[in-house]
């Protein structure tokens, strides 16, 4: 068990670390380009090197998975060599953590929200939001909030099966196509948000799972999943086609709940007098009142 972990984190730090060299042309990286076809797609190892300021062969056992021992001056030689974005700078440091021989293990991902949050979602009457776990499972929901997921609530996935999890949603539900206006966007932030979360929390066993059902069931997300694209999920405006109001533009924002490590709080807040403002007020009184709703148990 204990080797396969191993060869699963080389493996990760390997496809990573080539797919970010492979992206890169010379020119990118202000290195001379001289005449002749070039064998690979992007830097090859040793520009990478020179770049970081590194021997080859110490890079090419690098890129072979071996980040154990790989001091923070290194890693940051890399991340610079390769124009590593915050998410993914993030990522080397956290797949170097992975492989460091304490082998550290994932952080204990909580199931269930606290009673405080669940009356603070009581209490967002006029916007949709919701607490989820790094894996997309919904874990409670205001009222506006189940109702502008209701056809993720209403997917057949989910009838014998809890909780719902929007990741599987998007990927195993055809009806997802109709509800995200633009599918492939949200798509690769889904998946680049999940191959995120295998670096921090790499012995996270149901999340393992959950990858492994989408990779087999779904060939767009194994796809992108080959991709290894990662992601912060933090703000943005998600573009969503509701079935009673239409097209919807909604800026979200998304915070993590320090005393539970592994949840976050998610809402959405269009601009006062904005035709989604009028729209989730449509919806605020076709759903009623109610209390956040649980999802069901794992």
Known sequence: M????????????????????????????????????????????EEVALLAGMSVDYYVR??????????????????????????????????????????????????RVRPTFMRLLDSMTEVPAY??????????????????????YDSPLFAQRGPVNSARFMFLDPASRGFWSDWDKGADDAVAFLR???????HDKVLTDLIGELTTRSDDFARRWARHDVKFHRSGVKNLHHPLVGDLALPYEAMELPSDPGLRLNFYAPEPDSREREALALLASWAGTGTAAPATND
Do not use: C, W
């Open 2 to 45: 204990a080797d396969n972990i191993k060869k699963d984190a080389a493996a990760e730090v390997r496809e990573f670390l080539s797919t970010r060299r492979a992206r890169l042309a010379p020119q990118q990286a202000g290195l001379p380009v001289h005449g002749g076809k070039r064998r690979v797609a992007g830097l090859r190892r």
């Open 62 to 111: 690098l890129e072979r998975g071996n980040l154990s021992g790989a001091s923070d001056s290194v890693l940051e030689a890399l991340a610079h060599a390769l124009q590593l974005d915050e998410a993914e700078r993030t990522h080397l440091y956290d797949l170097a953590r992975a492989a460091a021989p304490s082998g550290r293990r994932a952080t204990a991902t909580s199931s």
């Open 131 to 152: 607490v989820r776990n790094a894996r997309f499972d919904i874990l409670a929901a205001n009222a506006l909030g189940r109702a502008l997921y209701a056809p993720m």
């Open 196 to 202: 995120t979360e295998t670096g921090r929390s790499p």
